[in-house]
């Protein structure tokens, strides 16, 4: 067989959503997997709605995805240009092989192709006026997911507009003719138009490409289809709110796709080795956030110590506002090694650290009256202070020894001194243990902390 050449083919006409990088991903699989060749190519005719803007963002979520693609914009390739807005020689190329094969005509300032049968006129009472209709039979689709589909494609149809733009049906065959498409990967939205393209196909006197149709992907919660309006729809939400790409790739690898057994954290090779269109779902994926939530947890728990530190850092970068001002990098990585196995999202990471990068940090009123109304509080926290001064701060587990010791003293456990030394070094009522925190503050932050909770 020849190689496989597939593409993903965006209009830049909205951000770039969940559904989007899905079908790219697909696609991008599957020409990974065959060893066949990812096209992107951009339908960028309707100049009304599109705009650059939506262009770039395209480009850097599917770089961002690590869906790298071999022929395109910025790469080039055979077949180029691959943006629509560029191709209009093609298009008046292909026209005149049709006008020349005698399946077109002008009616009303445009083009209409034309349909090979017998035709009859009837009134069409939905939309209220009469219509030619053309004597053929139902167009089949072979479809790699929905098996076969038959559909009646029985009206000639336009495929240049009168103002000289040629529509998407005709751009969108005559690129996957001459950029030599073997294989059509798209969503199940365009099934209903795909009988009028294989008539196109035939046409031309081309081979049929193969096609495979995606199931919908169905908002969180209710029976509608995911919109790009539906909260967490956005792949750009996600890279500012530092969700790991790879995460993300796994999850939405799941949307329609598994392996047949009960894995679904997955390292992408292994995703590449396994998929195939036939192991496509018929039935409608869900989107599941709390999933994605999970799976960019177990990557991050799983990166290495050095990766999640550049990943904090770039983070952090991006948000300037969460800036550790005061932190050296020895701290830094201190910090971010406790905070690694504690958080689901890189986004909890400037709220679940900032009191180690700043001693202006804000104490939890309601943790506060809680923690204070319990006990003495005050006398453990003066205790502690007591002790400081001659606390070896060397690691977690002598500093849980003097704590057990000081309280061991006065026949009270750790647990007593706990909360109310969280609440006065942090602020809080979660995070890390307190022994990790004295060690990572030292022992002059700590004694600062303490007093300003004792002076309350
Ligand atoms: N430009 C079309 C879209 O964004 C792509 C259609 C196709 O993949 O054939 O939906």
Known sequence: MSQVRVRFAPSPTGFFHIGSARTALFNWLYARHTGGVFILRIEDTDKERNSEQ??????ESLRWLGMNW????GIGGAFGPYRQSERAAVYAEYLEKLRAAGRTYEKDGATWFKLIGDRHEVFDEHRKKTVTKVNVAPTVIEDQIRGRVERLEDEDFVIVRSDGNPVFHFVNVVDDIAMKITHVIRGEDHLSNTSKHVELFKAFGVPVPAFAHIPLILKQNGPGK???RDQGALIEEYQKRGFLPEALVNFLCLLGWNPKDDREKMAISDIVALFDLPGINQSN?????????????????ELPEEKFLERATAFFRAHPAGVPALADAGVFREVMRLAQPKIKGLEELPAYTAYFFTDDFLIDAKV???????????????ELLGALPS??????SVIEEAIKSLAAGRGLGFGDYQAVTRLAISGTNAGPSITSMFRVLGRERVRVRLERLLAT
């Open 391 to 396: 606390m070896d701060f060397s690691n977690d």
């Open 54 to 59: 939506f262009l770039n963002v395209i480009y």
């Open 226 to 228: 995911m919109s790009k």
């Open 285 to 301: 994926a869900r989107f599941d956030e709390k999933k994605l939530a999970h799976m960019n947890m177990s990557y991050l728990l």
């Open 368 to 382: 506060q009256e809680k923690v204070m109304g319990k006990g003495d509080p005050k006398a453990r926290l003066g």
């Open 70 to 73: 071999d022929e395109g914009p």
